[in-house]
């Protein structure tokens, strides 16, 4: 449900132009409008989520994981510096 009101200013050619492409796809201007903020907007937030995802799973292949780790050697050998 659609409860939130916003204005756009079009000079008179691209209100034309608009009008002309609602009516070939037979929908309002605003119908338009909003298809057109969602692609625009909508996709790059899922193209971002999916490169981070791809990040992470990259991470996670190249990082080995140390097991039996003695942390009182790790902390002496890093007091000699």
Same mark, same amino acid.
């Given at each position: 449900?659609?409860? +939130?009101?916003?204005?756009?200013?079009?000079d008179e050619e691209?209100l034309m132009?608009?009008r002309?492409?609602?009516?070939?796809?037979?929908?309002?201007?605003g119908?338009?409008?909003? +298809?057109?903020?969602? +692609?625009?907007?909508?996709d790059k937030?899922a193209?971002?989520?999916?490169?981070?995802?791809?990040?992470c799973?990259?991470?996670?292949?190249v990082?080995t994981?140390?097991k039996?780790i003695?942390y009182k050697?790790?902390?002496?050998?890093?007091? +000699?510096?």
């Amino acid at each position: 449900m659609l409860n +939130k009101r916003v204005n756009f200013l079009f000079d008179e050619e691209m209100l034309m132009r608009l009008r002309q492409m609602a009516a070939e796809e037979s929908v309002s201007v605003g119908d338009l409008v909003r +298809k057109a903020v969602k +692609k625009t907007y909508a996709d790059k937030d899922a193209a971002r989520l999916k490169r981070i995802n791809q990040a992470c799973r990259e991470i996670e292949r190249v990082r080995t994981l140390q097991k039996n780790i003695n942390y009182k050697e790790l902390i002496n050998a890093g007091r +000699k510096y």
